[in-house]
């Protein structure tokens, strides 16, 4: 499937860098380059074009004002990321540079690219699947190294290869299904109905397995919010401040300073945790304070995680124990921070009036308990993701757990059609509906395959 027109687009960002890159994807790709690009010391020899970088000038063909001194790169179809003839001019990366030669391309046949337009390309051109497309955007928007090892594992196929592997099962148990429609009166040793429903159950566990690494995709990709609550003046900008390792929030020992929430990105164990630092909870407190307030507690009810402080040189008061309140069937950790002070109060305190969390002494002031509150963290972490942290796969999207979702669904009532002895071609029908959802997740086609796995496992033709 090819395209009729030629598309052009920066594909560096905009602005000023040393390079930036414009690149063309269709059929005049070659020709509009070789009409305002020529190569310095004649023209190149056919055939020896092909993925080499070569020196040229720019210019403008209705003018003949030179434009750069540039690089142009030739990618002949269908080897190349689009599946298309592809061409790139690396310029220099001026801003205005880049629009000009993007301007001359379109001068000269070719249509700006839309958003994401190249890739689609790709897809459609069948160079990559949906999961690979997928990939290449999760890699460019990475914010720590588990993203992007699961983005390149997805980009190499990983997600790909599991799906498949999962409409392997479909196919297997559809095989099944046909033999029995169409051989039924044959001599033929054929799966019993209470095997299809066991084929059936052992494909919605592995289907589950994979949509339940739904939370790790997303971890990975967002990371997890963890909010810092609790009363003025326990320290809880001070802790955002260490944790960061930069002077981020404001500190003061006047109760009330921090009035909007302060967040930044802190990376633990591959996963971006953003760190919210927010206005202590009181009743008291003016009417920006009181905003503030609403704010935290917004926060408060949307994170993964809370870390709850509390200062520990003073008794508990009732602000705090409307904190540990928040805490209540939370994931959450409760710090005691001001431990270089003479205690107030105690973790029995908190045993007594219920909090779950790991509780951990802390100073900030003399930079303690860093080490066991990042391990606090991580091991939420690996609560929220699951157990098999070293599973190199894990879906990213809604689209995906839709997809996934469906399936489950569908094999659930072609297994119960076949546990109620309902015939094969009704249960068939819930099956290949099943692997159609799955074939949404890839973007994949099958119809072809189906007869190729009847014949593969039975052996009729022989
Ligand atoms: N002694 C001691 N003082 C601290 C500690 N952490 C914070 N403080 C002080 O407590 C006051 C309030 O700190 P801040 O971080 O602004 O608290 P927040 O209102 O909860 O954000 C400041 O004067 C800090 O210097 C600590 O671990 N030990
Ligand atoms: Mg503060």
Redesign the pocket.
């Known amino acids: 499937m090819y395209f009729e027109d030629t598309i052009v687009a920066p594909i560096t960002p905009p602005g000023t860098g040393a390079v930036g890159i414009v690149r063309l994807s269709g059929p005049a790709a070659f020709s509009i380059v070789k009409l305002i690009w020529t190569p310095l010391g004649g023209a190149i020899p056919n055939g020896a074009a092909a993925r080499v970088l070569r020196l040229g000038e720019i210019r403008d063909p209705r003018g003949g004002a030179g434009i750069d001194r540039a690089m142009a790169v030739f990618f002949p179809q269908p080897k190349s990321f689009t599946g298309e003839d592809v061409a790139e001019l690396h310029c220099h990366g001026g801003a205005y540079l880049i629009r000009r030669v993007a301007g001359l391309a379109v001068a000269a046949g070719a249509r700006l690219a839309e958003r994401g337009e190249f890739t689609r390309r790709a897809f459609l051109n069948g160079r990559i699947d949906l999961t690979e497309a997928e990939a290449i955007r999760d890699l460019i928007e990475a914010r720590g190294e588990r993203a992007l090892t699961l983005a390149l594992g997805q980009l190499n196929g990983a997600l790909a290869v599991r799906v498949d592997g999962l409409r392997g099962q479909v196919l297997a148990i559809r095989a099944h299904l046909e033999a029995e429609i169409d051989f039924s009166d044959e001599d033929l040793k054929l799966p019993s109905r209470a095997q299809i429903a066991a084929e059936i159950e052992a494909l919605i566990e592995d289907v589950a397995a994979l949509h339940a690494t739904f939370d790790r995709g997303r971890i990975a990709r967002e990371g997890i919010r963890a909010a810092i609550i609790?009363r003025?003046?326990?320290?809880?900008?001070?802790?955002l401040n260490l944790m960061l390792g930069i002077e981020r929030?404001i500190?003061?020992?006047i109760?009330g300073?921090?009035r909007d929430v302060i967040e930044d990105t802190l990376q633990l164990g591959g996963y971006p945790v953003v760190l919210q630092?927010t206005a202590?909870i009181r009743e008291a407190g003016d009417q920006v304070e009181r905003i503030g307030i609403e704010r935290a507690l917004e926060r408060a009810r949307d994170a993964d995680l809370l870390i709850a402080?509390f200062d520990s040189s003073e008794a508990l008061q009732a602000d705090d124990f409307r904190v540990m309140e928040l805490l209540a069937n939370r994931a959450g950790i409760a710090l005691l921070?001001?431990?270089?002070?003479p205690p107030s109060a105690s973790e029995r305190q908190f045993n007594d009036r219920g909090v779950t969390a790991p509780i951990i002494r802390?100073?900030?002031?003399?930079a303690q308990g860093v080490d066991e509150l990042r391990d606090a963290i991580l091991h939420q972490i690996e609560a929220a993701t699951g157990e098999g942290l070293t599973d190199t796969v894990a879906i990213s999207r809604e689209r995906h757990r839709e997809a996934l979702a469906r399936a489950i669904e569908l094999l659930r009532s072609a297994r119960q059609a076949a546990l109620d002895g309902m015939p094969p071609e009704i249960v068939a029908v819930e099956v290949t509906l099943a692997s159609e959802a799955l074939t949404a997740i890839t973007g994949a086609v099958d119809s072809e395959d189906v007869l190729d796995v009847i014949f593969r496992e039975f052996c009729i033709g022989k």
């Not at 003025?232 to 802790?239: A, F, M, Q, T």
């Not at 921070?337 to 002070?341: I, M």
Request: charged content about 15%; overall charge positive.
């Open positions: 609790g003025p003046n326990v320290g809880k900008s001070s802790i929030a500190v003061t020992p109760p300073t921090t630092d202590g402080v921070n001001k431990s270089d002070l802390f100073s900030a002031l003399r």
